[in-house]
């Protein structure tokens, strides 16, 4: 579960699964350089493993993994420090997860949107489903990156069958004292997205 406040989940309904229609999950840097090793780590994000594996178990559609995986030399570690280089530990994705991949695209940048897989996806895949679920790392990041660009797609297309969402039980960031606080990322994340139009759940219940 994201960290937030008690009274801040409690704004944010659950989600029948039977209520999404032609689902497609998305399942955004679990891997092993943010979440278990690496300079960018934090083990806490391993929180969110069983409800993304429950997720993924009932089965609700397609899973599609995201994978961070840098060239040594590459324009974001001008902002941050070098991690997940193509082909290392660290860009794989995490060994409880690794059973449910489907399939598994690769980025270069924070924002899974202008991944040239996704680019494809979005060409000659996307008009098969409508509801996008997000999940992963992190938060105030890459999930809010993806999911804003994925949004303003939609708007730009009047692609009014389609939805965004983003299940607060399968999403959190990291938490560095007095630098960045995982609770409050979180919750500017989160309101964010909701905001901007992002279907935002503390869970999706139900289903298998």
Same mark, same amino acid.
């Given at each position: 579960?994201?960290?937030?406040?008690?009274?801040?989940?409690?704004?944010?309904?659950?989600?029948?699964?039977?209520?999404?229609?032609?689902?497609?999950? *998305?399942?955004?840097?679990?891997?092993?350089? %943010? +979440? #278990? @090793?690496?300079?960018?780590?934090? /083990?806490? =994000?391993?929180?969110?493993?069983?409800?993304?594996?429950?997720?993924?178990?009932?089965?609700?559609?397609?899973?599609?993994?995201?994978?961070?995986?840098?060239?040594?030399?590459?324009?974001?570690?001008?902002?941050?420090?070098?991690?997940?280089?193509?082909?290392?530990?660290?860009?794989?994705?995490?060994?409880?997860?690794?059973?449910?991949?489907?399939?598994?695209?690769?980025?270069?940048?924070?924002?899974? *949107?202008?991944?040239?897989?996704?680019?494809? %996806? +979005? #060409? @000659?895949?996307?008009?098969?489903? /409508?509801? =996008?679920?997000?999940?992963?790392?992190?938060?105030?990041?890459?999930?809010?990156?993806?999911?804003?660009?994925?949004?303003?797609?939609?708007?730009?297309?009047?692609?009014?069958?389609?939805?965004?969402?983003?299940?607060?039980?399968?999403?959190?960031?990291?938490?560095?004292?007095?630098?960045?606080?995982?609770?409050?990322?979180?919750?500017?994340?989160?309101?964010?997205?909701?905001?901007?139009?992002?279907?935002?759940?503390?869970?999706?219940?139900?289903?298998?």
């Amino acid at each position: 579960m994201a960290r937030v406040t008690t009274s801040f989940l409690n704004q944010y309904p659950q989600m029948d699964i039977d209520q999404l229609q032609k689902p497609i999950v *998305f399942v955004v840097d679990m891997i092993n350089g %943010f +979440v #278990k @090793e690496g300079a960018l780590h934090d /083990q806490k =994000i391993m929180d969110i493993v069983p409800a993304i594996q429950s997720l993924l178990e009932k089965e609700v559609g397609r899973n599609v993994f995201v994978a961070d995986a840098h060239p040594v030399q590459t324009r974001e570690f001008q902002s941050y420090p070098q991690h997940c280089v193509i082909g290392s530990f660290e860009s794989e994705v995490v060994e409880e997860l690794q059973p449910y991949v489907h399939e598994l695209f690769h980025k270069n940048s924070t924002n899974t *949107f202008f991944s040239p897989n996704f680019q494809e %996806f +979005v #060409k @000659e895949r996307l008009d098969w489903y /409508q509801d =996008i679920i997000i999940t992963g790392c992190c938060s105030d990041i890459c999930i809010l990156q993806f999911a804003l660009s994925l949004q303003a797609y939609f708007n730009e297309h009047n692609m009014v069958n389609h939805r965004v969402i983003v299940p607060l039980s399968c999403i959190d960031t990291y938490h560095i004292d007095t630098i960045h606080d995982s609770v409050e990322w979180n919750m500017f994340s989160i309101r964010n997205m909701a905001a901007n139009g992002v279907v935002v759940v503390s869970k999706l219940c139900g289903g298998n």
